[in-house]
């Protein structure tokens, strides 16, 4: 009997229990694998046999990596396809392109600049789909930064306190749904007209998330246990002069990062723009846990894989 796919195209297609599993097995993945070197796959290879294929309409640097590596560590493989060499460039349509990849692949991963053409793409697919960043949002991200967040704070992040400055854009929007499934708070300050999605939300707000969001940097990092920010200018936006002006009093410098808790730690899903939306010595200084977060898209994909493939239960 054929089931219907298991597709990521937001964290609330996880739900909270999917979430923590997800998180669960990234960690408890991660150190298994410790020592290892890097293209050595995990002793279960539990994808063994399984090939994932990646489309991207955007550049990438990490999401590519981190899913090819991630495919490998489980014993399968991976393949990256460009949008712009594919027929799809030239009019073949969403849905063949995804009927026709169910076919070749198990699972497939897309960066696309419409998530209305995700959301395409994962009806006419028979196989699982990852949303690998849209105009919309950035789940895959989120679940790296959730695995940092707890690495460094040494905690669940449930009951946590979390601050984002500047554009209330895609990575902003997961991780306002991260914060109504786990259940910490969210701060968010930025200019007016540059909200997170009102429907994202209102639906945290509806899971019991304290999510505020005014334009009063210093208020919405006091305390924080964990500063995050983003480009102020996302692949595909205008970076206009009103709207870099509009972003300046939300730079993460070390003035902001003083109202934050001490032990405060400062996330970045990169590329960063240093001296725009974060300082030279935020980026490198030692609350900056940007390299690991980097570096836990691996672990994240391969829990979000082996989730999307039926192997987590
Ligand atoms: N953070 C992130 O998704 O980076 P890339 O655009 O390099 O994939
Ligand atoms: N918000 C950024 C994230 C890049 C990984 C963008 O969409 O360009």
Known sequence: MN????????????GADGLRAVLHHAHSRKAGRRGLPNGMADADAPLAGHMLASIFEKPST???????????QLGGSAMTLSAGDMQLGRGETVEDTARVLSGFVDAVMIRANRHA??????????????????DQSHPCQLVADLLTAEERLGRPVAGTRW???????????SLVEAAGLL??????????????????????RARGGNISIDHDAG??????????????????QTGTEDRLRAMQPYQVNPMLMAAAAPHALFLHCLPAHRGEEVTDSVMDGPQSAVWDEAHNRVHAQKA?????????G
């Open 117 to 134: 053409d995700v959301e395409a793409f994962a009806r006419a697919a028979t196989v699982p789909v990852l949303n690998g960043l849209t």
């Open 3 to 14: 089931r219907s796919p298991r597709h990521l195209l937001n964290l609330a297609d996880l």
């Open 304 to 312: 979000l894989l082996l989730w999307a493939l039926g192997k987590l």
């Open 163 to 173: 601050a984002w400055l500047g554009d209330g854009n895609n990575v902003c929007n």
């Open 62 to 72: 990490r999401t590519r990596l981190s899913f090819e590596v991630a495919m490998r």
């Open 183 to 204: 259940g910490f708070s969210l701060h968010i300050a930025g200019p007016a007209g540059y909200a997170p999605d009102s429907g994202f939300v209102a639906s945290a």
């Open 219 to 236: 208020a919405a990092v006091a305390d924080a246990d964990v500063v995050v920010t983003d480009t102020w200018v996302s692949m595909g």
